[in-house]
């Protein structure tokens, strides 16, 4: 079966430090993996996306950008985090050439200070 | 282009009686549609999901939901609500754009009083 992990489960960052989120799928291979993100009180945010190693697709102007550089690894990163940056980040994957259902890791709990 | 609006931000109701989480969506596509629960700090959880087969839907933990493609509605529903149902649920709407986009309601937060 598919598993999805992201670590770490919480983290605490000053203002202006730098930020590298992690996901990792097993049991399954080309998936589509995407980033979300959701800030307290609201919805989901997609913020990226990616078909393939190396293929990001961003939704939405910000501090943050992604990388893929494995086939079931999808970093999150920033250079300087905003205290805007706070939120619980999720990642997600979906099958390649399956249903449109995603699938959800269990999320990092980001604060910036 | 595609939408959801979840009707209610807040549902409170009480152990053993009906649960109704109502969800309206728009979509120029046919739509595939979702619910979703998220338990506090925690990831969301697939609950049920429709793709155009049988209208009425059945999903984990004694869930259900039904697709009326002419009041474009898909209300959850469950006929007795348990305390571990307490959690945020999200309505999901699915069209087909090359990236198998989601577009989420902005959720329905429901309690469970004993």
């Known amino acids: 079966s598919q598993t999805i992990h992201q670590w770490p489960a919480t983290l605490v960052q000053p203002v202006g430090s730098p930020l590298s989120l992690e996901c990792t799928v097993e049991g399954t291979s080309n998936p589509n993996l995407y980033w979300y993100r959701q800030a307290a009180g609201r919805g989901l945010q997609l913020l990226f996306y990616s078909v393939g190693i190396g293929q990001i697709s961003s939704e939405v102007p910000q501090n943050l950008s992604a990388s893929r550089p494995q086939d079931r690894q999808f970093i999150l990163s920033s250079k300087k985090l905003l205290l805007s940056d706070s939120g619980f980040y999720l990642c997600?994957?979906?099958?390649?050439?399956?249903?449109?259902?995603?699938?959800f890791g269990p999320g990092t709990r980001l604060t910036v200070l | 282009a595609q939408s959801v609006t979840q009707l209610d931000s807040h549902v409170s109701v009480s152990e053993g009686t009906p649960v109704l989480l109502r969800c309206n969506y728009s979509?120029?596509?046919?739509?595939?549609l979702f619910w979703y629960v998220q338990h506090p700090n925690k990831g969301l959880q697939l609950l049920l999901k429709?793709?155009?087969?049988?209208?009425l839907v059945k999903g984990i933990n004694g869930f259900e939901a039904e697709f009326k493609k002419s009041e474009t509605s898909f209300h959850l529903t469950k006929p007795s609500a348990h305390m571990s149902d307490a959690a945020e649920y999200f309505c999901?709407?699915?069209?087909?754009?090359?990236?198998?986009?989601?577009?989420f309601g902005s959720g329905t937060r429901l309690q469970v009083q004993p």
């Open positions: 429709y793709t155009s087969a049988a209208t």
């Open positions: 997600a994957w979906s099958p390649r050439g399956g249903g449109n259902e995603q699938f």
């Open positions: 979509s120029s596509y046919s739509p595939s």
């Open positions: 999901v709407v699915s069209g087909y754009t090359g990236r198998r986009a989601l577009t």
